[in-house]
C-alpha cells in the first residue's frame, strides 16, 4: 500500500522521502493542564497539524494534566531531552534563571487580550523569547490564556480580605511580592497539588483564570471568587534548542507552519473558553462569582500596582517602562 499513499502524500507536502524513511520522529509535548483548556486544546491542535504536514514524518504526543511531568520537573526534563515541547506559564521562567518572564505577572499591566497581545505578538515578545537560548531552550510562540480571579472560602471585596490568608502561588517573585503586598502568605506549590491542598485546607485560597479553575474543580472546594482581573496567565511554547535544530530542514518547517496556525488558534479561543468556564462555574452554584464594583477593582489596582516599583530591579526597569510604551499603561494614572 502504504509506501505509494505515503510518498504521494509526502510529495504533497513537500517533504523529501528521506525525512520519512525511517520511523517517524517522535514529539513528546508535555503540560499540566487539562486537555478541555486554551493550552490543552492548543496543543491537540498543534498535534493534529504537525503530522497532517509532515505527512507522518512526525508523531506528536500530547500529555496533559501533569501525567508525564509537574511544573519543576518539565523544564529539567527538557533541558535534558526527555520531552521535547512544553508551554510553561510565563511566571514559571524564573527557576530557569529567566526572570524578564515575570513581567507578565505584574498586577494590572495589561488591560486586556488586545494590549497583551502587541508585546506577546510583537518585538519585546521576540526579545523575551532570544532571553532562553543561553540555556539551550528556543523559544517558538506565546499561547494566551487569561486573566486571574482571586478565590477563596470567605468573601473577597477588597485586598484587606486577603490579609493572612495562605494563597497559592506559581513559583513567581512577581506574584510572591503581590501577595505580600497585600499581607496574605504565598505559598509556592505545582498546579497538579492545588485542588488537593484547597480541599485539605494546606492552603486558603488562590488566583487563577477561569479556565484552570474549573477543569481542576477548585470551584467545588473554594466557596468565593471575586473577577479582579489582576494579573495575566499564558505561556511561551519551548523546546530543546538542540533537538530542534538537529530536525531534518524541511520537517523544521512544517512544524514551525504548525506553531504558526496553533498559535493563532490558540489565542482565538483562549477568551472564549474562560467565559465559558466562567458560566460553568456560576452554573454550579458551588461558588459565590462575584463582580466587584469599578471602585472596589480600583483599590485592588491602588494596592497592587505598586509591585511594579519594588520588582523594577529584578525584571529591569527598561523592560517594564518598553511594556508601559506597548500598551499605554501609567502607573501614575491610577
Ligand atoms: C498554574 O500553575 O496555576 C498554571 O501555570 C497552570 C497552567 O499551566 O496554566
Given at each position: 500500500?502504504?509506501?505509494?499513499?505515503?510518498?504521494?502524500?509526502?510529495?504533497?507536502?513537500?517533504?523529501?522521502?528521506?525525512?520519512?524513511?525511517?520511523?517517524?520522529?517522535?514529539?513528546?509535548?508535555?503540560?499540566?493542564?487539562?486537555?478541555?483548556?486554551?493550552?490543552?486544546?492548543?496543543?491537540?491542535?498543534?498535534?493534529?497539524?504537525?503530522?497532517?504536514?509532515?505527512?507522518?514524518?512526525?508523531?506528536?504526543?500530547?500529555?496533559?494534566?501533569?501525567?508525564?511531568?509537574?511544573?519543576?520537573?518539565?523544564?529539567?526534563?527538557?533541558?535534558?531531552?526527555?520531552?521535547?515541547?512544553?508551554?510553561?506559564?510565563?511566571?514559571?521562567?524564573?527557576?530557569?534563571?529567566?526572570?524578564?518572564?515575570?513581567?507578565?505577572?505584574?498586577?494590572?499591566?495589561?488591560?486586556?487580550?488586545?494590549a497583551?497581545?502587541?508585546v506577546?505578538?510583537?518585538?519585546?515578545?521576540q526579545?523575551?523569547?532570544?532571553?532562553?537560548?543561553?540555556?539551550?531552550?528556543?523559544?517558538?510562540?506565546?499561547?494566551?490564556?487569561?486573566?486571574?480571579?482571586?478565590?477563596?472560602?470567605?468573601?473577597?471585596?477588597?485586598?484587606?480580605?486577603?490579609?493572612?490568608?495562605?494563597?497559592?502561588?506559581?513559583?513567581?517573585?512577581?506574584?510572591?511580592?503581590?501577595?505580600?503586598?497585600?499581607?496574605?502568605?504565598?505559598?509556592?506549590?505545582?498546579?497538579?497539588?492545588?485542588?488537593?491542598?484547597?480541599?485539605?485546607?494546606?492552603?486558603?485560597?488562590?488566583?487563577?483564570?477561569?479556565s484552570?479553575l474549573?477543569?481542576?474543580?477548585?470551584?467545588?472546594?473554594?466557596?468565593?471568587?471575586?473577577?479582579?482581573?489582576?494579573?495575566?496567565?499564558?505561556?511561551?511554547?519551548?523546546?530543546?534548542?538542540?533537538?530542534?535544530?538537529?530536525?531534518?530542514?524541511?520537517?523544521?518547517t512544517?512544524?514551525?507552519?504548525?506553531?504558526?496556525?496553533?498559535?493563532?488558534?490558540?489565542?482565538?479561543?483562549?477568551?472564549?473558553?474562560?467565559?465559558?468556564?466562567?458560566?460553568?462555574?456560576?452554573?454550579?452554584?458551588?461558588?459565590?462569582?462575584?463582580?466587584?464594583?469599578?471602585?472596589?477593582?480600583?483599590?485592588?489596582?491602588?494596592?497592587?500596582?505598586?509591585?511594579?516599583?519594588?520588582?523594577?530591579?529584578?525584571?529591569?526597569?527598561?523592560?517594564?517602562?518598553?511594556?508601559?510604551?506597548?500598551?499605554?499603561?501609567?502607573?501614575a494614572?491610577?
Open positions: 500500500m502504504k509506501i505509494r499513499s505515503l510518498l504521494v502524500g509526502l510529495v504533497a507536502v513537500g517533504l523529501s522521502a528521506a525525512a520519512v524513511a525511517a520511523d517517524p520522529i517522535v514529539i513528546k509535548f508535555s503540560h499540566v493542564v487539562a486537555q478541555d483548556t486554551p493550552k490543552g486544546k492548543a496543543a491537540e491542535k498543534f498535534k493534529e497539524l504537525a503530522e497532517k504536514y509532515t505527512g507522518g514524518a512526525v508523531k506528536v504526543e500530547v500529555y496533559a494534566n501533569s501525567t508525564l511531568y509537574k511544573d519543576k520537573e518539565e523544564m529539567e526534563a527538557l533541558q535534558l531531552g526527555a520531552v521535547h515541547l512544553l508551554a510553561p506559564s510565563l511566571a514559571k521562567f524564573g527557576p530557569l534563571g529567566v526572570k524578564e518572564f515575570e513581567v507578565f505577572d505584574l498586577p494590572y499591566i495589561f488591560d486586556g487580550y488586545e497583551l497581545n502587541k506577546t505578538q510583537g518585538a519585546v515578545g526579545q523575551l523569547l532570544a532571553k532562553l537560548e543561553p540555556k539551550g531552550i528556543k523559544g517558538l510562540a506565546f499561547w494566551d490564556n487569561g486573566f486571574k480571579s482571586f478565590s477563596a472560602n470567605s468573601p473577597i471585596r477588597k485586598p484587606e480580605d486577603l490579609k493572612g490568608k495562605k494563597m497559592r502561588i506559581q513559583s513567581s517573585k512577581v506574584l510572591e511580592e503581590q501577595m505580600r503586598e497585600i499581607k496574605s502568605l504565598p505559598q509556592v506549590m505545582a498546579f497538579s497539588e492545588v485542588y488537593q491542598a484547597l480541599q485539605t485546607g494546606v492552603v486558603d485560597g488562590t488566583e487563577n483564570p477561569h484552570n474549573y477543569t481542576q474543580k477548585m470551584h467545588e472546594v473554594q466557596k468565593h471568587m471575586t473577577l479582579t482581573d489582576h494579573g495575566y496567565l499564558g505561556y511561551a511554547v519551548i523546546t530543546n534548542k538542540k533537538f530542534w535544530d538537529g530536525l531534518p530542514a524541511e520537517v523544521r512544517q512544524l514551525d507552519k504548525a506553531m504558526k496556525e496553533s498559535t493563532v488558534y490558540a489565542n482565538q479561543i483562549a477568551k472564549e473558553e474562560n467565559d465559558k468556564s466562567l458560566a460553568a462555574v456560576r452554573a454550579s452554584g458551588k461558588t459565590e462569582v462575584y463582580a466587584p464594583t469599578a471602585e472596589e477593582k480600583a483599590a485592588f489596582k491602588k494596592a497592587l500596582v505598586p509591585v511594579h516599583k519594588k520588582m523594577e530591579s529584578r525584571i529591569g526597569a527598561e523592560l517594564i517602562q518598553s511594556i508601559y510604551k506597548e500598551t499605554g499603561f501609567d502607573p494614572k491610577l
